[in-house]
């Protein structure tokens, strides 16, 4: 620690700190254009000039300048205020001033300091404004704007661009007075490298960078901020809906340094994509089907509709004539209302979420193994890690701040290991990339394994005292070599030896997963093989070091905690034990049922078998979400009835017989659970269209129709009976996540929230190690279907794209399917990147345009699921993982060719 | 767009990875001295060897380009083989620099800043060439001429277009800055 006087109040810093970050770490504040926290200094506005020692020595920069022990700093004198003066005088002879018209009036720090300062735009000469505004970069972008005579040149998008986003989209171009920011070439920005994440706008001090779709909506004074969560993936990034209250609109999405896990830093999605909110398409009022169509309904009408079909199905067929399937999207007070809903007034454990999809190979099997199925370290701890374990992850495209925080650890100097078929951003920069063929993971762990222990790499103390069952791993692994590996997984074994040696050696490291892991036929088992190589090498239990899968969905994760899973009630209590099922049925005033349930492929076949009769669709589309469309659908028209409470009509909801209009994250309040467990608020930021509905109380006037009355007169309630029954979170209320999220386990109310797993003991108490044998993916690519297909995401949309593509820049720069395929199948096939092909498996068959390099191995194909009219799952098999029934999204065989029919999609693919 | 990416023939890019490879492991600090390489190699720096070189060394396109353009030393758009420099500082302008421009500029059918489209002469106007003593200037590559009038201006392009045996640039068609016919 340093002490040191600033402007007469004495402080303290840590030893390196510059003397600006001091003063702002003790309130105080430093005039400054180009400095930002996240940012490197570069002293390029000078602004920031203070004395120390004396007013009479020569200014130093506050921003570039250390602090040392006993000085005093003075950052204010009349020699200061007529140097800014000067500096900004110098900025406004070349701004064009316009704060009349200028969107950033009143949030423009250029203004601001001008005002205190006293600068006048005439001192240097006026600026001679250009007729008609210079082309740029962004005059074809429909999301960014970049206004070159608003610009004072402080660098500051420009080096967020390059030293945290990684894009290095920007450059400065040229020097001096013509400087300039651009792209390289003065490409159009959606052409770049650009990846849409709005920071360069976050950042700009002026309203020289700002979104297009913002000009004219409100300035600061006209806007209201409202902090909220975000609702596009398991990250579950902190910002402000900025909402315009006489339009009762959201006009943009702003962050400050520092705020949420993001410390202000969001993907394109959280930045970009909430024109969805406003969409004309949204549903308004309730839609009762009547000889075929939909006519409109009123609530009390639809409401009871739906109540009297779901108690006929459930009085006359019992628990296994009824489902209900929870939203991962959704609040967990809404999650934990519609598991009440199946159990106290369904009486049945038919409860499931997406978590079947995605994830819950990762619940159950590290509940296996460790006891509780979560993301065992904290997303700030990844900075700190030393050997990335990457495998079937793409976190810059699927979880983008968990990237941010992985380039940071390599900027620290971290080694990055990653092992997936395809180039991912993450594995072009890896320090070691293991191109494996798809569906061999197991076959890796297990040639690392044997490696780590024919070498003694293993961390024996760990393993003899916290751990079981080590000998069957021992004897299992021992015919697994890695040149067995090498040949089953189509890798050198000189690359999986110097993995397994790395991984054992980190100090710490640390493993990351995701689907590519999960959506196997042996999915859970991949995970509880990755859970064995953290357990061998003892690389979990330590802060930055553990096994981490990162959650999809925004509430995934909160969606199994609070219960929407067959097997479990909120907190993971086993649905099985009967104290468990007592404590509840005393709290809810009902018996529970006992019967084990299902999960939503089981419901969807069970309702093909005719077994069961009526379904409660929640927040998501099975139709296009779940593998083998053809047999989705035909499942679902099996149904004698279907309630989907929606925001859009979805193609479930064209199928079903009343229609619910429901509320999106930004009309209603509760909360949200990220990946590392961190239960974050969402807020009411405008008013939901027409008649919609929040979720918390269609859920209760259901259960209420249904005959088992249940009313709250607000989320805060529903979390506090929630967090009565689970023991986890009992610690947690509104008041005490106001403005930051608390992580579980928080048990009681001074308890500060557990940042990682498994400290000293597991969850379980030991944790279990498995043998795990190798199997193939259930469908081999064979002479009818020589590739193998794989799914998964981008960058750019979510789930099934129906919020993502009603938002204009993301719709320019993706927005149509493609497949990615390797150059030397695409010559042989004569297939031409931008081509139209069509790719054919024994589901189904879609005409798609080719992306052709060498992203992919050979004899491997990969596509995004986010397009409805070329819907991707019409061609993926519905082949289950063992334990969990999630779909092998993963692998499956299929065939491609040119198609040279005339309605083919035609162009470049999108970038 | 440059001039030599409209043509037909595709630019060969072949020598971009021997400015890589030279270098390995490519770092940003070898940036500046792979763009001289690159400016040697093509006589500027072409937009597709650019993103060549990005592709293959890994450093960003957008960090090339910054460089490209702080350092005035490096040509964006393709120049001639030989780089025709008519000083216009205040000596030689008081002397009558604007004349020898343009009687350059006819010659080669070429205004200042442009190549001629046989890529053998471009012109480019500078401040001061630090050599007044001599007004008006012109330098030709590395070859100082003084003294000049606009009659002499012209022999001397004239017998270096004799040397290289090239047909006079002066009768085919000019040139013209932003008006190439390129897609975008
Ligand atoms: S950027 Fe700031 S100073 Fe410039 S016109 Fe806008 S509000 Fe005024
Ligand atoms: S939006 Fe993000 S990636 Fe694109 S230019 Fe701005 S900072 Fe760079
Ligand atoms: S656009 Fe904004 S952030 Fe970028 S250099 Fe100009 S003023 Fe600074
Ligand atoms: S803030 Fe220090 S120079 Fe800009
Ligand atoms: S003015 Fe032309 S050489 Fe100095």
Redesign the pocket.
Known sequence: MVRLTLDGRTIEARSGQTILEAALANGMDIPRLCHDPRLIPSGACRLCQVHVGGTEREPVLACCTAVTEGATVVTESPELASRRRAILELLLSE?????AT?D??GD?A??DL?YRYGATEWAYGTFQHTEPAILNYTSENRGIEYDVE?CIRCGRCVRFCDEVQGACALTFDGRGITMKVNTAHGRALHQSDCELCGGCIRLCP???MREKTARGMGRLKDLTKVQTTCTYCGVGCTFELNVNPRLNRVVRVTTQPGMGINDGNLCVKGHFAFDFIHSPERLRKPLIREHGAFREASWEEAIEKAGRALVAARDRYGPEGLAFLSSSRCTNEENYLMQKLARAAGRTNNIDQCATTCHAPTVAGLALSLGSGAMTNSISEIKHVQTLFVIGANPTEAHPIVGLEMKKAMRNGARLIVCDPRDTWMAKHAHLHIKHRHGTDNMLINAMMHHILARGLHDRPFVADRCEQFEALRENVRSYTPELAAEVCGVEAGLIRRAAEWYAAGTPSAIFYTLGITEHTCGTENVQNLANLAMLCGQIGKESSGINPIRGQNNVQGACDVGAIHSVLPGYQKVADAAVRAAFAKAWGVELPTHPGGRVTDFLEKAGEGVLKAFYVFGEDPVLSEPNQARVVENLKKLDFLVVQEIFMSETAMLADVVLPATCFAEKDGTFTNTERRVQRVRKAVEPPGEARQDWRILCDMSTAMGYPMSYGHPSEIWDELASLTPSLAGISYTRIDKMGLQWPCPTPDHPGTAFLHQGRFTRGKGLMHAIAFRPPAEQPDADYPFVLSTGRTLYHYNIGNMTRKTAPIAQKQNANFVEMHDADAERLGIVDGGAVRVTTRRGSISVRARVSGKVRPGALWMPFHFAESSTNRLTHDAFDNITRTAEYKCCAATIEPDGHPDAPTGEPPR | MSISECTDKPLDLSPVAAMVADRAPFSEGDVIDALQDMQTRYGYLPRAAMDEMARLSGVPVARLYGVATFYSQFHLQPHGRHAVRVCRGTACHVRGAAGILSAISRHLGIEDGDTTPDMQFSIESVACLGTCFLAPVMLVDDQYYGNLTSDKAVATLKRIQARDGAPNAAAQPAAQKGSAPCPP
Do not use: E, F, V
Request: proline residues 0%; hydrophobic residues 30%; aromatic residues 0%.
């Open positions: 701004h064009r001033m316009s704060c200028c950033a009036d423009c250029l203004q001008a608003k002026t309203g020289a």
